[in-house]
């Protein structure tokens, strides 16, 4: 087989090339005497591709460099290839003839923002396995938050979490050594690059911020004057500096953090997408006189002008992230972006609903007045619109959602088949919303039971007319062989008997209702036949077998604590830790430990004792 590419033809049309002589090699008898070509047609920014290929071989042309591996990726999935999960183990390729070669097809993205952004805690190879995947299933974008993603990083290395594995050691400069390798990779297939986000108000105040830990060093007496006052008082909001909101009325605050924001910029000429963010933490806002004057949302975009000005001061192009996101969903009431062309709106629903999509049909609702540290976060659909469409009477420019169906929601839907649905409506609904795509803010082992809702994430937001139950057949099909309805019926019914909202906090804790679910999700596991059939995928099976013991386990002890009984509702949770801290070796690509734990301590309310 020949594989011609341009002479001067990138590393990523050269590593698209590679990709289709791998898998055409595994799935066809013989590659002899076939011909592709891989050609670039422009520099475009929205992907686009076109696939002209006979018997004898032909021509997959793209308008960018990315778009002709994302052209090669999805010609492979045209032969049959399945990439149903990050790494190898989760891909389907089948044998094929020459004669089943032949197409001839174009395909234009539905959006300009297609990516996820890392979430909870990942070994170096679940973060490369997942930015492999990334363009397989239609994606342009990943996002690694903070300067370096150390916090996600250690978190797995160090085992937290997980009481049955040594810690292991794990340095900010191991995280830096890692991301310039993750940063290689992702480059390597065209994808954007975003950075940073969280961490930027901590290093204002002098402290290196790459994660949301706590700082044992005191602030000096000029660092402490740069934080927020609250009920009197400045210092780190709960010991940590990446939640510690800054007094923008001392001007030593906005040319400190303007100034940090452009020498990253500087030095960092690879980032495609720079965020810029404050405190990730709420009802933290300074209090004094000064800034009483205002609002966050107006010193916040003052501060982003600055960046602006110092930005093209140094004639730097970097596009600038920012965030709708707490107290910033309120409007600003006088301050404007002066150039936005520089700017990116990136709206974040962090405390919506996930038991239904996007409701666009309803009237709509006023945004609340905004009372200064005692802001409810929405949770309704309308209500969290309302603050969006606030802002873009005020900025038109590019926009995209960031959003969390697979960052807290998803362990309340056991079956994933609804949240896999909840994601394709609300992706169907976003032009219609005035945004241009979608970063999933989310872990990256999210497997368990199987990997469908990124699945539909990234077809769909490629092809918004995707039709998410074709998609859902699809991916059953090479998952689950000739039981695929059986086990889609099953999953399907898990998803309907369990509830986002529960598990993630919403609603009351003693809920008869909630109740009687989980003991209906316990006899369903325990009567469902999972005996493996002859086709299908061994590794799916296996999880889904391991996962309805996980469920077993996370069902009885939800269903104590919807009961009202708290001494079992604990139990139950310590019997499902162990079960899924005991396995973790084995099934670590698949289920975050670390993350169903936090959620589950955090936000549930299951009444545990200290440790």
């Known amino acids: 087989m020949k594989i011609a590419c341009p002479a001067a033809s990138s590393p990523t049309v050269q590593f698209a090339a590679s990709q289709l002589e791998k898998y055409l090699t595994r799935m066809l008898p013989s590659t002899s005497g076939l011909t592709f ?60 003839s020459i004669q089943s070669l032949s197409a001839e097809y174009q395909k234009q993205a539905s959006f300009r923002h297609r990516g996820v952004c890392i979430e909870g805690a990942d070994s170096r190879e679940n973060i490369l396995d997942f930015i492999d995947w990334l363009p397989k299933i239609g994606c342009n974008s990943f996002f690694l938050q903070f300067k370096v993603p150390f916090a996600f ?29 993750l940063e290689a990779e992702l480059k390597k297939r065209g994808l954007l690059l975003h950075k940073a986000g969280h961490g930027w108000t901590g290093e204002v105040l002098g402290y290196e911020t790459v994660s949301w830990d706590q700082e044992r060093s005191p602030l000096t007496p000029e660092k402490q004057a740069m ?126 609903t996930f038991e239904a999509s996007y409701d666009l049909s309803g009237p709509e609702v006023p945004i609340p007045a905004f009372e200064r540290n005692h802001i409810v976060l929405p949770t309704n659909l309308q209500e969290n619109l309302a603050f969006l469409r606030g802002w873009q009477q005020l900025f038109h420019g590019d926009s995209f959602v960031y959003d969390y169906p697979l960052g807290r929601a998803h362990y ?70 000739e039981r695929a309805d059986q086990v889609l019926s099953y999953l399907n019914e898990l998803s309907t008997l369990s509830s986002c909202d529960y598990l993630n906090g919403k609603g009351a804790r003693t809920d008869p209702a909630i109740a009687e679910r989980m003991e209906q999700i316990s006899r369903l596991c325990q009567s469902a036949s999972l005996d493996v059939p002859k086709d299908g995928s061994p590794l799916f099976w296996e999880i889904l077998q391991y996962h309805r013991e996980y469920i077993l386990a996370l069902s009885r002890a939800m269903g104590a604590l919807a009961g009202g009984d708290a001494q079992q509702a604990a139990a139950g949770w310590y019997e499902m830790r162990d079960l899924i801290c005991k396995n973790e070796q084995k099934y670590q690509p698949y289920l975050d430990v670390y993350r169903i734990l936090e959620v589950t301590r955090k936000y549930t309310g299951f009444p545990l004792s200290e440790e």
């Open 37 to 96: 070509r891989l050609a670039v047609t422009g520099q475009e920014a929205l992907d686009a591709f076109s696939i002209r290929v006979g018997p004898d071989g032909g021509d997959i042309c793209g308008v960018n460099d990315r778009s002709v591996l994302l052209g090669v990726y999805d010609y492979l999935h045209h032969l049959g290839c399945r990439f149903l999960g990050p790494g190898e183990q989760c891909e389907i390729v089948p044998a094929i």
């Open 227 to 352: 934080t927020a006052e609250i009920a009197g008082r400045r210092e780190l909001w709960q010991g940590s500096p990446a939640n510690t909101n800054l007094c923008f009325h001392n001007g030593d605050s906005i040319d400190i953090f303007a100034d940090l924001v452009v020498q990253y910029a500087k030095s960092n000429p690879a980032v495609d997408y720079l965020h810029v963010w404050l405190a990730d933490e709420y009802n933290n806002v300074c209090e004094c006189c000064g800034c009483r004057q205002t609002t966050p949302s107006d010193q916040y975009v003052s501060l982003l002008n600055e960046i602006d000005r110092r930005l093209t001061a140094e004639k730097l192009s970097t596009r600038i992230v920012f965030l709708l996101y707490q107290e910033l969903l309120w409007p600003p009431t006088k301050e404007k972006l002066e150039n936005p062309d520089r700017f990116v709106l990136m709206f974040a629903p962090i405390s919506r």
């Open 412 to 481: 309340g839907d056991f079956g994933y088949v609804h949240i896999a649905r909840v994601i394709s409506s609300d992706i169907k609904q976003l032009h219609k919303m005035g945004l241009d795509g979608y970063i999933s803010c989310q872990e990256l082992r999210v497997v368990f039971p199987n990997a469908l809702p990124n699945y539909v994430m990234g077809y769909t937001l490629f092809d918004e007319s995707a039709d998410p139950q074709a998609l859902i057949q699809e991916y059953f099909s090479a998952a689950y062989g």
């Open 153 to 181: 990083l250690a978190r797995w290395y160090q085992h937290q979490g997980n009481p049955y594995l040594k810690p292991e050691l794990y340095s900010v400069e191991d995280a830096q050594k890692d991301t310039a390798v």
